[in-house]
């Protein structure tokens, strides 16, 4: 961890540091005085209904589980998506994020395993494994198996903001320049690197720094301080985001904090702070300690809101509020399989709405008027293009296509929508032998309201209808036919321009069919 108010171990990287801080200052007060501060805070593997806000527009069982006043608080102050989406698993995502890029184009299909040129895929595949970037993303050229693209804080930074990441980095493999946030341009890293989930969420586990035995890979690094204090990494990672800030905000420099917990990714552990009251409540063992992490976070959000308002920054700062992608709905969790993102289908893994369909919340005083909502389907790509059009940025050059859309319109009127536009999932992974529904060997594809649901393995489509069906029971692909094989036919030629990998033959070695080929 780099932080300006401790004291480094390494002088020479420190005062490189503060010089470069120096000139970005100097930059940001010559480019954009008025340039707002922006806060991305992302959740990983909570549900769209994880909240106590009513994302389906009335309230659910879901709903009266979880208390989350400040997300509340949030879309009270700001516009709620309802139709807001990730990938199925969390670093397609993350990487969709840092460059503005589809997963199909990234090729970045699966979550990335911590060690180098390791398939993070399930064994024992039926397939032989598709041609994905194992490694991740990476900043740099010529590194092997990773797609290499301009990453948004390295923009950022160029313009003049203090760029700062807190929590879960799961960009990159170890050894590779994408598992370092320092290399995508953060000024400052906390907690950020290969891995996906922390070992342990307890200082009294030293967050997985086990003295005397092997480091896990899952160790959570650099909070030290906090080691056998008692504090949840939640409220750890939290008291470090605010350190962070305290910089930009006494030099009025611009700033850019990215701040991805960890919760409520497994391993599941219960927050002590809300545990007993979800027992209390009713909720089995399982289910406690996962809505104490989610209360845990939502605490952590309300600190944060209260730091910005403390500071008088809150007018000039956009917070976003998401998940990385839909809920787990598989043990550990409590409760019966596939049942905890109801009314939404499946959960985390699958391109039925329950895997991929997230919660996502956007405050920003001067641009969005309180208590909006839009029913406009977005897509988690879409933040890049949007943060740079948020800071005046216009002429940016990145190395890769983008193919995000800035939300600014909707942001600025949330009755506007492109009936027209494609929103693309895909997953030519085996991500576990338990084949639960739209998992392993899975693309979809949405414009407007219909809904393509296709199984590379089986080369069946499935069509829906999400304005009357948004639990994905009823399959019109035959009574639909001609609208299931043009759907087919333009996700397969989306698939093709990108040259997205496919799951090879074992006999053959040859990738499946891209749809629309196979017939």
Known sequence: MMDINLTSKHVYGRLLLIASILLLTIVSRAQSPNAPNIIVFIVDDMGWLDTSVPFAGSVTANNKKYHTPNMERLAKEGMIFTDAYAAPVCTPSRVSLMTGMNVAHHHVTNWTHPLKNTVADAKNPPYDYADWNINGFSPIAGIEKTVHATALPQLLKAAGYFTIHVGKAHWGAQGTPGANPYNLGFIVNVAGHAAGHPQSYLSEDNYGNIPGSKVAAQAVPDLEEYYQTGTFLTEA?????????????????????????????????????????????????????????????????????????????????????????????????????????????????????????????????????????????IIIEDLFPTLLDITGMKNYKTIQKIDGRSLVPQLKEPSLADTSRILLWHYPNYWRPSNFPGTNYHSALRQHNWKLVYNQQTRNAELYDLSTDIGEQKDLSTIYPHKTKELVALLGKLLKAYNAPMPKDKVSGKPLPYPADAE
């Open 237 to 377: 990672l939290t008291r470090e985001a605010l350190k962070s800030l305290e910089y930009p905000v006494a030099k009025k420099q611009p700033f850019f904090l990215h701040f991805a917990h960890y919760a409520v990714h497994t391993p599941l552990m219960a927050d002590v702070r809300y545990f007993q009251k979800y027992l209390d409540r009713g909720l089995d063992s399982a289910e406690a300690k996962y809505a104490s992490l989610i209360e845990g976070m939502d605490k952590s959000l309300g600190d944060v809101i209260d730091f910005i308002e403390q500071k008088g920054i809150k007018n000039n700062t956009v917070i976003f509020f998401l998940s990385d992608n839909g809920g787990l709905s598989l043990p550990p969790r409590g409760d019966k399989p596939l049942t905890h993102n109801a009314p939404l289908k499946a959960g985390k893994g699958s391109v039925y709405e329950g895997g991929i369909r997230i919660p996502f919340i956007v405050s920003y005083p001067k641009l969005v008027k309180k208590g909006q909502v839009s029913h406009t389907p």
